[in-house]
């Protein structure tokens, strides 16, 4: 049972460790962005939180839970569909501010950022 | 044995977008994205994750975040807590259903990643360690798994009190003694 704890403290203090940057929770995605020739996407959780409960994104909108796992296009933006439900020029700005969301640095790998991300053995 | 706190897990300030490694700080959002600081200084406080009490600011009313796109449809809470984790080393988990539900809807939870039933999920801190489970929020976006005993938070009869390691602020949530 110690054994399992320190184990588990360990794993912790590994994730803790890690250099702190990106705010914590912000996402970047970068399926298709770079291939269609525009910056990473980066969301960030903690911006849209203070306006919208979890509920309306990840139910209301269909956004799966688990980074990467929305396969999810400019088309269906433009349709009014994800991202497109809001950012549609009324309720934020609209989705030919192309430059707002795809913000991020070239070269980032689609992923979930911030200090504490869960690394956890899966990665190890 | 304690594992929580400690200085790997303080983080004082919010990180300018052009220096957070994830914003290009030559395009052309650099100067018109809000800075997180501008924002988030104005809740309530934290140790970790954003700095924020994310719960005691939706909660407060600090911030109102909308339940819905549709005009005029409430958000669903449901005010009940599940003890869990009787046995082992650790003090045992108070889960609040309504701090949850303030944010999230039931289908987010329910049946997958977890039954709607009491004592039907085998939960692991492994499988959350890994970014499942509670670990699928928990780690990710709201508080993380450096905080122990904000979910270990009841002490079992006949458990000694936690030792709060020296410079750990007891904001970290360390559970009071019955």
């Known amino acids: 049972m110690k054994f399992l704890i320190g184990f588990i403290c360990a794993a912790i203090m590994a994730v803790a460790a890690t250099p702190v940057?990106?705010?914590?929770?912000?996402?970047?995605?970068?399926?298709?962005?770079?291939?269609?020739?525009?910056?990473?996407?980066?969301?960030?959780?903690?911006?849209?939180?203070?306006?919208?409960?979890?509920?309306?994104?990840?139910?209301e909108l269909g956004f799966k839970m688990r980074v990467g796992s929305n396969e999810i296009t400019m088309?269906?933006?433009?349709?009014?569909?994800?991202?497109?439900?809001?950012?549609?020029?009324?309720?934020?700005?609209?989705?030919?501010?192309?430059?707002?969301?795809?913000?991020?640095?070239?070269?980032?790998?689609?992923?979930?950022?911030?200090?504490?991300?869960?690394?956890?053995?899966g990665r190890w | 044995m304690l594992c929580c706190g400690g200085p790997a897990c303080a983080q004082s300030e919010w990180m300018p977008l052009r220096k957070d490694g994830i914003h290009d700080p030559k395009g052309p959002a650099i100067n018109q994205?809000?800075?997180?600081?501008?924002?988030?200084?104005?809740?309530?406080?934290?140790?970790?994750?954003?700095?924020?009490?994310?719960?005691?600011?939706?909660?407060?009313g600090v911030?109102?975040?909308?339940?819905?796109?549709?005009?005029?449809?409430?958000?669903?809470?449901?005010?009940?807590?599940?003890?869990?984790?009787?046995?082992?080393?650790?003090?045992?988990?108070?889960?609040?259903?309504?701090?949850?539900?303030e944010w999230l809807a039931c289908v987010n939870c329910h049946e997958i990643p977890f039954k709607a039933q009491a004592g039907a999920n085998k939960l692991s801190m492994f499988q959350i360690l890994a970014g499942e489970q509670c670990g699928i929020c928990h780690g990710a976006v709201s508080f993380p798994l450096t905080e122990c005993f904000r979910c270990h938070s009841v002490v079992r009869p006949g458990q000694t009190k936690p030792v709060v390691p020296l410079g750990v602020p007891l904001s970290h949530g360390v559970p009071e003694t019955k």
């Open chain 1, 75 to 121: 088309n269906e933006i433009s349709d009014g569909k994800f991202c497109g439900a809001c950012h549609n020029g009324e309720i934020a700005w609209s989705a030919d501010r192309c430059d707002l969301c795809h913000s991020g640095k070239p070269g980032l790998p689609t992923g979930i950022f911030g200090g504490h991300e869960t690394s956890g053995p």
């Open chain 1, 21 to 59: 940057a990106a705010e914590y929770a912000d996402v970047v995605l970068n399926r298709r962005a770079e291939k269609g020739g525009v910056r990473p996407v980066v969301f960030p959780h903690w911006f849209h939180r203070i306006r919208f409960q979890c509920r309306v994104c990840h139910d």
């Open chain 2, 33 to 60: 994205l809000q800075e997180p600081r501008e924002a988030l200084s104005k809740l309530p406080p934290d140790t970790t994750g954003n700095l924020v009490r994310w719960v005691e600011a939706i909660e407060t």
């Open chain 2, 63 to 101: 911030i109102k975040p909308r339940a819905s796109l549709r005009p005029g449809v409430q958000a669903t809470i449901l005010d009940q807590d599940i003890l869990l984790g009787l046995k082992g080393g650790m003090p045992s988990i108070l889960f609040p259903h309504k701090r949850h539900t």
